[in-house]
């Protein structure tokens, strides 16, 4: 494991064993194939290789990574025909898929979209993100106007080579509300765009019923989907967001699996982790990572579990 210490990663993993084995067994057995599968979102991990990155998430119990591959992520798109295939190589050696990547591509135009997308669909990989589409508010109207022809002329790239693309609702940006961007997400082709869901900024952006309609308008078009948690905290400067653990905020994640399962997704479910870790030195900070995400890895797998298993005993 490197700097990351053996003992306490071992017990993280085991920890994580040890929660999701609190369900019932039965709840796995019942659970569809068709659930969604658990990836984990490698921005938290900067500094691990791929190596390392795929033996410590399978060790905890992660079926795929959440790849990014933007300017300081895992992958410089600058390189990427160079060194995306021995990264998804490795990762894949260690018994990991790599069923998407996070990418900054906002148009067709950027030098990096076409090699990114290229190389990814080489390599099978079915989804990418893209970056985001930010409000000026000074004149919306041709902002979104202006977002919807990059995201047009993006989507139109993405479908020619052949890897679907999942536009992210980041809470701020356009499309943080699914409304604003769904006319144009309308326009482009079912099988090679869609949504990448994010509840977790749907509640920031709608509160109680807008994160349901949100997701109602995005599920029968849905590809990926962003697990996280925060809540709203009163600090001297105001209101703000604070991540936090999964189960520890805002998000009704009973509520949210519930429509999940009953939309029939299949995956992949991207699990970040954006909450402040402590840690003195970078080694610390990595181990602790770890440890969150064997944490969260076990809430989900639970609840997913329970909420799968009840869509199939109903029927739906």
Known sequence: MGAVSRRRFVRAAAAAGTLAAAAPRSLFAQQPRTAPRLCFFSKPLPQMDAGRLGRALKTLGFSGVDLTVRPGG????????????????????????????????????????????????????????????????????????????QLRGLAGLSAQIGIQLGFHNHAGNVGGSIWDIATVIDSLDAASAGYYFDVRHAVVEGGDGGWRTAFLRAAPRLKMIALKDFFWEKSAAGWRQRHCPMGEGMVDWKMFFAMLAKSGFSGPASLHIEYEIPGATAAAREERTLEAAARDLAFVTTRLAEAYAEAAARGL
Do not use: C, W
Request: aromatic share 10%; no cysteine.
């Open 74 to 149: 895992h992958v410089n798109p600058a390189r990427v025909a160079a060194d995306l295939p021995p990264f998804v190589a490795a990762l894949r050696h260690e018994g990991l898929d790599v069923p998407m990547i996070t990418t900054a591509l906002v148009a067709e135009s950027d030098p990096a979209a076409r090699p990114t997308l290229e190389t990814a669909a080489r390599l099978k990989i079915p989804y990418f993100k893209p970056g985001y589409y930010q409000y000026r508010f000074v004149d919306l109207r041709k902002e979104l106007d202006a977002a919807g022809r």
